[in-house]
């Protein structure tokens, strides 16, 4: 049976399509991503402490290794924002908790619906998501150690094998495929000083681009035409720093890798 969830008499929260509703305008509105959604489902289901242990497994399921505190941190800096824009109340809605994880302000009211039985044919979030894991028992001090010192160097390893990867195929992308096909895949940003910036559309995050900007050092005089690619959750970027557009016939182009923006 699929449950909505009623929250200060003000707002319905709908977990099977993921939307926040103002009862009071119905027409306004809110669709949360999915990993939003469950992370408000766990949040109000739980009633209590949440640790983000437990929000990167009821959040994210398998793909929960990929997730970073970044990605955790953002969904819940947007649930507060969506829940605020819904309402002229003042409340915290969400709490952080430091170094323990989140849970729902004490003053806010939840009462849970059983949704209509012609909404119950979609797969709500709460049928999707496997149930949330406990957190594991603290290892001891030795064991501690040596998980960390093999995490990092698997970590590591990991990011130095998708830098090399994604330089790979930025090279071998330009140099066996036809120019005029990269270049549909960038768009023009703005000129920074001698240099024309593109931005590779696929890949578009604004913040991540005006860092890697920042951490930018090409010679404008030789090359005046640059590509970017950003790869956020990597803290990685690739450049294509170009003689003339990506298209002309004696183009040349020197590849580059700009890692550690944050």
Known sequence: MCFIYRLNDSI????????????HNTQQQVTLSASCARCLLLLVKKRDLVTQHELFNYAWGDNAISATPNNLYQNISLLRKALKGLTSHDNAWIVTLPRKGFQLDDNVTIE???APEAASSSTSVADEMPPVAPAPPPPSAGLLMTWFKYKKTLIFTWVVFITLLAASLTAID?????HNAIAQRYIYYKDIEACKIYLNKDAYDSVAYRKVLGALEVSCKHNPYTYITVYPILHTATALSCTAAIGHKHTQCISSIIRGFK
């Open 112 to 114: 849970e619906i059983a």
């Open 174 to 178: 330009y140099f066996m495929f036809p």
């Open 12 to 23: 319905e929260f709908r977990p099977d399509d993921n939307r926040l509703i103002n009862l």
